[in-house]
């Protein structure tokens, strides 16, 4: 590990200021973990904390120390923080609460955050309102409670912003190895990313797994993913907290479909970090990341001595972006040698209990299953009680596995259906071997199913498109949002504007029929009826104009030839930059809610294949002999609104086109909606 916090993170000296509870187990959790350094407790009156001699300030302190764990209200605090980083600590995790996060309750959090970062200067600080951190490698707990953890030679190391939740994960059963587990509690100073960056700086930390509400920053965060990128160390993430800042406008379909939530997706996709659901996800993502890291791809094998068990393997995958690819010729025959002829070959396999106890059989059977072309094998199996019954056999496997793993070099998985089953003795050797030791069906295949998506996630040279500040907004004209669009090279219907029903009806004469006719500064025209399609003659023009509710109009030549209609909107988001989403347009948007996100800037071949990954992209290819949509066309009009928003990133809040008619020789946008900041 390299950088500022190097010191704080992997101390040989720990000052403990506060004379409470808290402090006294920071000193008892030390001494649980097994720390080496100086101990040195901090209280004006109290001769002794934690059975350990105190002195009163910390200038009596014998040097400057290298971490301190600060467990006094937060008036005091900001004054040992001053007073540390004069002495030159390398350090200090700040437990009081009460600051920015408090501003509701307290009214001057923000200037108590302000104080205290001003008191710490160049001293980095975690917190404040976090329990700290453990270090599992180097043994150092600057943690005022209990806590799971042992020492480990290396690790995963763990990143949250609540201490319960960091608390509860010390106490996982999985044998998943914590190297470090660090709250970031506010982060008034030292974000996520840069305790994750500097975490990664580690060379026994094998995986970097986040617990995160927000994304914070975003350069420092893209700086975290490339770091971890060149150092080969995956990092997996789990999100709460979904903001629904980039829903306040639905005035766009886009706004509705795509928030935060799809932004942050997007964003840890483009980053190529893993994202779960759920704690146990987490963890069980953690421990593939580990062993494996990424897959890779989501083609699976999966042997148990059930039938059961392997209908079960097959259903808990159905949705998932997973694959058990039917056997192929070599794998049969081996297999076959293997079982003999009275059992089915499939994958799923269910190799029956013929085999069961017999290492050398058991072993020959998942060699012969471990085809090159898997990116994982996994061989379900629940432990019995160990208070109850006797496992030998169960070992049998344990042991068939490895001889497999290391006979074809493929990644190899014990998975139990029941997270008890799993019991983490068996977790832990498992690890020691290189075997995955997965626990609970369900969270074990969305881990996978994880893993194998990290590996696919685009190769992204340019940084994210950053938005500008918030402020009030106001909609363009549709007219005007085609006209601004069309500059930037995106096809638009000839059109003429007209402020009467019967300036409408002599423009469509001048036009050509049939065409269409829309009610101006209406949006979700369809809904409201401004909107009217196929008009054959200047009565019928007359005729929808008077039906509509709105004051102009806009008359546009008909575009009949589409094969599909698709919705290309930009939402900014002001936590993760402009959100892409491309999906089903037309009157079925919300209805099928087929869409993809990204964030800008995105490639032509980014969008290509973001095509792909719709459900109807079978329209798009010529689906039962229809001709097929221009596919370089839909990617230049994409690359056209991209160009807009980068073009006017300060202020752009909102663009969409829906539909954009794709057609056999061409894309073109028949309605256009771009909501602008105001300037001032």
């Known amino acids: 590990m390299t950088g500022g916090l190097d010191r704080l993170l992997r101390p040989r000296s720990i000052a403990v200021i506060g004379g409470g509870a808290w402090c006294a187990n920071v000193i008892r959790e030390c001494r649980k973990i097994g720390f080496a350094g100086d101990i040195w407790p901090v209280h004006p009156l109290k001769p002794e904390i934690g059975g350990l001699a105190a002195v009163p300030h910390i200038e009596d302190l014998p040097r400057a120390p290298d971490a301190a764990f600060i467990g006094v209200n937060r008036e005091i605090t900001i004054t040992a923080v001053r007073l540390l980083a004069m002495r030159g600590a390398g350090g200090a995790v700040c437990f009081a609460s009460g600051f920015r996060e408090a501003v509701a309750e307290t009214g001057d959090g923000d200037d108590m955050q302000a104080a205290l970062l001003d008191a710490a200067g160049e001293m980095p600080i975690l917190g404040p309102n976090c329990y700290g951190f453990i270090n599992g490698l180097d043994g150092a707990a600057l943690w005022p409670d209990q806590h799971g ?48 960056s500097a975490l990664l700086q580690d060379p026994r930390v094998t995986a970097l797994g986040l617990h995160i509400e927000g994304v914070g920053d975003l350069r420092r965060f893209e700086a975290m993913a490339a770091t971890a990128r060149h150092l080969g160390k995956p990092i997996v993430v789990l999100k709460a907290g979904a903001s629904d800042q980039a829903r306040v406008a639905t005035v766009s379909h886009t706004a509705s479909l795509a928030g ?42 999966s042997m148990s001595c059930s039938g059961g068990e392997a209908s079960l393997m097959a259903d808990a995958a159905h949705g998932l972006d997973l694959v058990y690819p039917p056997l192929n010729r070599a794998q049969s025959t081996e297999l076959r040698a293997a079982l ?72 190899m998985a014990l998975l139990a259906s029941l997270p008890e089953t799993m019991p983490e003795e068996v977790a832990e050797v498992c690890m020691v071997r290189g075997i995955v030791p997965l626990a609970g069906l369900g969270d074990a295949l969305r881990a996978i199913e994880v893993a194998a998506g990290m590996a ?9 498109l950053l938005p500008g ?16 669009l069309a500059a930037h090279g995106l096809p638009v219907p000839s059109s003429h504007r007209a402020a009467t029903g019967e300036e409408a009806a002599q423009a469509a004469a001048r036009i050509g029929f049939p065409v269409a006719l829309k009610g101006e500064h209406v949006a979700h025209k369809t809904e409201a009826g401004a909107v009217a399609l196929n008009l054959c003659s200047v009565a019928d023009v007359r005729a929808a104009a008077g039906r509509m509710a709105a004051g102009s109009f806009l008359v546009e030549v008909m575009v009949d030839d589409a094969v599909a209609e698709l919705l290309v909107g930009v939402l900014r988001d002001p936590a993760h930059g402009f959100v892409l989403t491309i999906g089903a347009g037309g009157t079925l948007t919300e209805l099928l809610a087929d869409t993809v996100s990204m964030l800008l800037p995105v490639t032509g071949a980014e969008i290509d294949a973001a095509l792909d990954r719709l459900r109807l992209a079978p329209l798009l290819d010529g689906y039962r002999g229809a001709p097929a949509a221009d596919r370089s066309a839909i990617v230049s009009a994409v690359l056209a609104v991209q160009d807009y928003v980068t073009a006017n990133a300060g202020t752009a809040d909102e663009v969409e086109i829906n539909p954009l008619l794709c057609t056999p020789t061409g894309a073109i946008a028949v309605d256009a909606l771009i909501r602008l900041k105001e300037t001032t």
């Open 149 to 196: 953890m042992t020492r480990v030679e290396r690790g995963v190391a763990l990143v949250t912003q609540s201490s319960n939740i960091a608390l509860n994960l010390t106490m996982q059963r999985r044998g998943l190895p914590l190297a470090y587990l660090v709250t970031a509690g506010n982060q008034a100073q030292t974000d996520l990313a840069g305790i994750g």
């Open 260 to 301: 935060s939530e799809a932004g942050s997706r997007a964003l840890f996709w483009r980053l190529g970090i893993g994202q779960v659901d759920g704690l146990a996800e987490l963890l069980e993502a953690l421990k593939l990341m580990h062993v494996t890291g990424p897959l890779g791809s989501n083609r699976i094998g």
């Open 340 to 411: 003999g002829p009275k059992v089915a070959l499939a994958n799923p396999l269910d190799y029956h209990t013929y085999i069961w106890g017999d290492r050398a059989a058991l072993a020959r059977c998942f060699t012969a299953m471990m085809d090159p072309g898997l990116a994982l094998g996994c061989v379900l199996l629940d432990f019995p009680r160990a208070d109850r019954c006797e496992a030998a056999e169960w070992d049998d496997v344990v042991d068939a596995v490895a001889e497999a793993q290391a006979a074809r070099g493929v990644p």
């Open 456 to 464: 696919r996630a685009p190769d992204v040279a340019e940084p994210l």
């Open 469 to 484: 500040p918030d402020g009030p907004s106001r909609l363009l004209s549709e007219a005007d949002a085609k006209a601004a």
